[in-house]
């Protein structure tokens, strides 16, 4: 009764989920054998040829041999790919291949050492097999680590080479490659000279560069460094530590706690495992779990990561990517397992045995019960989720070993040869030395559409299937397929992920970060110590005027001369353009203070106009008066040209119009001061002076004097003319267009010229100040040009000391202030005479005022 209950609770034991079962992923369930039982033994696996047809039958002894569960599984491999081949009547027809299988085919490494050790000495050369000559050549397929390897393939060398041929499923080794030395030699498991690339893609794809690595110190683990550290610099990945393990076990044990701390302390999360699954490294792999080191491991499909037996915790977090090689599912497999039990087995029979091995006990809280099935569905799924997906990397070498195999013994057997050795019992060494030659170059495509080449040179490129791997509790595992590596994608989409599978093996797809410094966010830059790794770097801010706009830049970039960085340094913004326009106050004011002026002088010159024949307006010589006026209209609307967009063609202007019209204004002053001078000063006797006065000879003055500015501004075009001017330096954010004035000397040289024309007419006005009021304009003129001249003086400091549109407005302010000088000095007063006073603007009025004037200065 007890057996009974106990049955039926096995048959109810909760599994995960039931929306875990899918069909890329599979469960893995096991027992963790006792220490003795879980030592790792190799295998030696001899296949013959005979004339007979071998039935499945034959193959289910393996089910009852006890011995490790993986090597097991390679004898069923084995299995399956002779049975395949035994049922295909295109590949060595009227033959079979066969094996045998039984507890003497596997040892440790040890015993395999004394067994060979005694074989020698008594003369019996290969264990569990009869030393006699075969009459066909065999294949001793060998799953031995590299060691064992050399030493077995040594004494078939000396011995009874010429009766096998050896190939090995066991881990690759660059030494067994050298064809000199081992020339009947074929390594059938892949030298990884891909899986560097396809580590360093998909550290990438999670945006690591920070990784640890964990290897064994022999020529693998260092071979594999260097494809690996090859990848790395190429794409600026770094390690975090290189842990070198000691194969030897005694050494390993003297530095372990070094191999713990270095872990321990470093700051990555992300570590690489490479190496045989039964060497020191494994041993450490298992230490750092057992002790619950949180690390994301990533591996190769072949290591055994699952939790120990005592463990009752989820283990580690992160959980295990294993990367394997990609090959098309063998459907067939799950099929022959079923069918091979069946000669052998009961259902009920096959669930104990199978329950042996794997165990849900523990996390019964985590499953769900399997309700409603027979123990024909109980099969049916344990066969689904073990044998079918356990046909994996190691199996796989197997399955193409023994096709590999079986193709150069169809080609050799149904090939004619010609000159072939006969009666002198050489027939069966020649046939196996073009068997050898024959597998040498053998290349086929396996019945599930891979293309297998046994000539390394011209196998492929690897691909890899990536698999997430979380335990659980007692032994329990979840291997989910996330994806795959494939070398012939274009660089940078090499490894494609499904996002779905993660988060749904994994429960999210967020991923712990592995960086050696935080990001250096937009608005700064990485900046390198001596002695850093090139991973490892500090953030400064950009320099001035520079930004980043993207994370981990080398440099930061100058902003355009149209832009500047904002205050975070992570953008440019485009600069202000600032002139002085008709839009913004300060051009609005200026433009109308303008135009008012110049209406102003228009309303002066339309009165002097009407009251010409007056005697004030004969009296100021009005050709003169007329000429001034309009000039002084032009001086007022001059600014003009300075306010709004600068472009060539006023900038010329500006500085062309403002010379010639205030060199008009000054000059025609200067005619009139002369005018008055020689009116109070010339005799009878002086009668030149005379002619000239009253010829108009003075107005000649204002052609002649402005010829000489033309000739100046004449040479300052052709020399250096005014143009546009952008300064994107002087201002922040600011973009500030005036016009340039091209030759600074010459445009001092136009100033220069007007001061000179303006300082005469000031020192002839003030020594004819004192000459009589009604008909002198001698105190007008020097008050006017005591104004232009102070206007002036005092501009060119300001003007030096100001930018951008306020220069430009300080030019503006000296154009008006001083033609508003001139026009208010001048004219004003007469203005008012002769609108507000009309009885003072009278020849009796005027001769009255000049004799009282005349007797005032006698006395």
């Known amino acids: ?69 993986e090597n097991r599984k390679h004898a069923l491999a084995l299995a399956f790919s002779i049975d395949e081949i035994n049922r295909n009547p295109d590949l060595l027809p009227n033959m079979s291949l066969l094996f045998e299988f039984s507890e003497y085919n596997c040892y440790s490494e040890s015993e395999f050492s004394s067994l060979f050790h005694l074989s020698l000495q008594h003369h019996d050369i290969f264990p569990n097999f009869i030393c006699k000559e075969f009459t066909k050549c065999a294949v001793a397929l060998t799953i031995l680590n590299w060691t064992t390897t050399v030493t077995l393939h040594t004494i078939l060398n000396n011995f009874v080479l010429d009766q096998f041929l050896h190939l090995t499923s066991g ?265 050898y030659s024959s597998l040498r170059k053998i290349h086929f495509t396996n019945p599930v559409g891979d293309r297998v080449y ?63 410094s935080a990001n250096c966010g937009p608005g700064f830059r990485k900046f390198w110590m001596d002695g850093m790794a090139e991973c490892c770097f500090y953030c400064k801010p950009c320099p001035e005027k520079e930004i980043s706009n993207e994370t981990n830049v080398d440099y930061c970039v100058q902003c355009p001369e149209d832009k500047y960085a904002n205050t975070e340094q992570n953008h440019c913004i485009p600069k202000a353009v600032v002139f002085l326009s008709y839009e913004e106050p300060l051009g609005m004011a200026l433009s109308l203070i303008s135009l008012c002026f110049s209406a102003f002088t228009t309303v002066v010159l339309g009165v002097f106009v009407k009251h010409h024949s007056t005697p004030i307006v004969k009296a100021n010589n009005r050709t003169l008066t007329y000429i001034l006026l309009i000039s002084l209209i032009f001086c007022f609307l001059c600014p003009l040209l300075f306010i709004g967009h600068p472009n060539p063609a006023t900038c010329i202007l500006q500085q062309i119009t403002f010379g010639i019209v205030f060199t008009v204004s000054l000059s025609t002053v200067l005619a009139k001061t002369i005018t008055v001078v020689l009116a109070f000063k010339i ?51 600011h973009i500030i267009i005036v016009c340039h004035k091209g030759s600074v000397n010459a445009f001092y040289c136009v100033l220069g010229y007007l001061a000179t024309l303006a300082f005469g007419s000031f020192t002839l006005a003030f020594f004819a100040r004192n000459l009589p009021g009604a008909f002198n304009e001698a105190k007008s003129i020097t008050f006017s040009m005591l104004v232009f001249c102070s206007v002036w003086v005092t501009f060119i400091p300001v003007y030096h000391s100001t930018k951008g549109k306020v220069m430009v407005a300080v030019e503006i302010f000296s154009t008006l202030a001083s033609s508003a000088g001139m026009l208010g000095c001048i004219y004003v007063p007469k203005c008012y005479t002769i609108l507000f006073r009309p009885d003072r603007n009278s020849l009796e009025m005027i001769r009255e005022k000049s004799s009282s004037h005349v007797t005032f200065h006698k006395f």
């Open 171 to 435: 881990p690759f080794h660059p030494m067994l490659s050298d064809h000199e030395k081992f020339p009947h030699l074929y390594q059938m498991a892949s030298d990884h000279t891909s899986l560097g690339l396809a580590l360093v893609s998909f550290i990438i794809h999670f945006n690591w560069n920070w990784i640890g690595l964990a290897i064994l110190d022999n020529d693998q683990g260092i071979q594999f460094l260097s494809y690996l550290r090859k990848e790395m610099e190429k794409n600026t990945v770094c390690f975090a530590f290189v842990n070198m393990i000691p194969v030897n076990m005694n050494l390993y044990m003297s530095r372990a706690e070094v191999y713990y701390n270095q872990i321990m302390t470093s700051s990555t999360n992300v570590v690489v495992i490479y190496g045989d699954t039964d060497s020191t490294l494994a041993v450490s792999f298992r230490m750092w779990e057992s002790l619950g080191i949180q690390r994301i491991w990533v591996t190769t499909s072949q290591w055994d990561v699952s939790p120990s037996k005592k463990d009752f915790t989820f283990g580690n977090e992160y959980g295990t990517f294993a990367f394997g090689h990609h090959h098309s599912e063998i459907s067939g497999f799950k099929i022959f397992i079923q069918t091979l039990n069946s000669f052998k087995y009961s259902d009920e029979d096959l669930i104990k045995l199978e329950w042996m091995h794997f165990n849900c006990e523990t996390s019964a809280s985590k499953c769900k019960t399997l309700k409603n099935c027979s123990s024909n569905h109980s099969l049916e799924w344990l066969m689904v989720h073990t044998f079918d997906m356990a046909f994996i990397e190691r199996s796989y070498d197997i399955y193409n070993a023994v096709y590999s195999f079986a193709h150069a013994l169809h080609e050799k057997t149904f090939q004619k040869f010609d000159n072939l050795p006969k009666g002198n019992g050489n027939e069966h060494n020649y046939s196996c030395k073009k068997l």
């Open 683 to 733: 005799t009878a006797s002086q009668r030149m002076m005379k002619y000239f006065l009253i010829s108009g000879a003075s107005n000649y003055i204002i052609p002649v004097c402005t010829l000489i500015q033309v000739i100046v501004c004449a040479v300052w075009l052709g020399a250096s003319p005014p143009s546009v001017h952008i300064d994107s330096q002087s201002e922040h954010g």
């Open 454 to 516: 046994m000539n390394r040179r011209d196998k492929l490129q690897e691909e890899y299937d990536i698999f997430y791997i979380w335990n659980f509790p007692q032994g329990l595992g979840l291997k989910v397929k996330i994806g795959m590596f494939s070398p012939y994608f274009p660089n940078g989409q090499q490894v494609h992920l499904s996002e779905d599978m993660i988060e749904w093996a994994k429960g999210s797809t967020q991923m712990p970060t592995s960086v050696c």
């Open 1 to 69: 009764m007890f057996i009974l209950i106990l049955f039926f609770l096995l048959l109810n034991i909760p599994l995960l989920v039931a929306d875990f079962i899918y069909p890329r992923c599979f469960w893995r369930m096991k027992q963790n054998e006792d220490k003795d039982k879980n030592l790792k033994r190799e295998c030696v696996f001899v296949i013959q040829e005979v004339q007979r047809h071998v039935e499945r039958e034959y193959f289910s002894h393996i089910m009852d041999i006890q011995t490790h569960t």
